[in-house]
């Protein structure tokens, strides 16, 4: 009996040290995706990259199958736009779309910040409902909606599909976040940028057209008055 308690205590002491080694390995993956995200996004510029470096670090980090990001780009319910897709076809995408311009939660989840998770076909069946939905998310198993708070007012969403049901635990879900919340402030700040580029852009240019306009009012002006002053001397003599 002792020997029989000693084999099982130390089965049991060999399951521990597996758990703690998977979940040692799983934070360190976890570290690793951070670091990788975070040097990437330090060598994107444009919201264009930053864009890039959102689907393919993020996708990369939680083994999702396809991905695809939608940005919002004005007030009303339908200013949806796609902005990136990989490896979900064309169908799948605008069937996210167009729920999301007509599905109250799922709009509100994408300007509200709220995440919605699908750990099953049967989930993702519930939200798209329609046949012609089911069928081009036929190959989507499971699904993470994940919003990006942006600048002024400004959303977007990223579409996870994984080809197979999936669990998402509270800890999976938080270093999801992490790595959305850290590409919503890299783009912020990019397309701020942009912003803050293209008024400086056009204030530049209608400096120079006044300039030239002034130029050209100015040319104008003297040129008869050249002639007057001219005529004026030659009565005058």
Known sequence: TTALECAKEDGQSM???AACCETAQLLADQIYALQELTASLSHAFSSAEVVRVLMH???SAVRASGAAFLI???EAAGDWEIASVA????EAVNACRDRMNIHVPLAEAGT???PIWFESLSDVWRYYSDSAARKALKDCRSMACLPLILERGASGMLYLSFSEERTFSMEERQFILQLIVQCAQVLSRSRLFEAEHRARTEAEELNR???AFLATVSHELRTPLTAILGWSRILSG
Do not use: F, H, L
């Not at 490896?87 to 064309?90: E, F, G, L, P, S």
């Open 15 to 17: 399951t521990r040290k």
């Open 87 to 90: 490896d979900i076809t064309n």
């Open 112 to 114: 509200a910040g709220n």
């Open 209 to 211: 057209s006044k300039d």
């Open 72 to 74: 919002k780009t004005g």
């Open 57 to 59: 670090e993020v996708r």
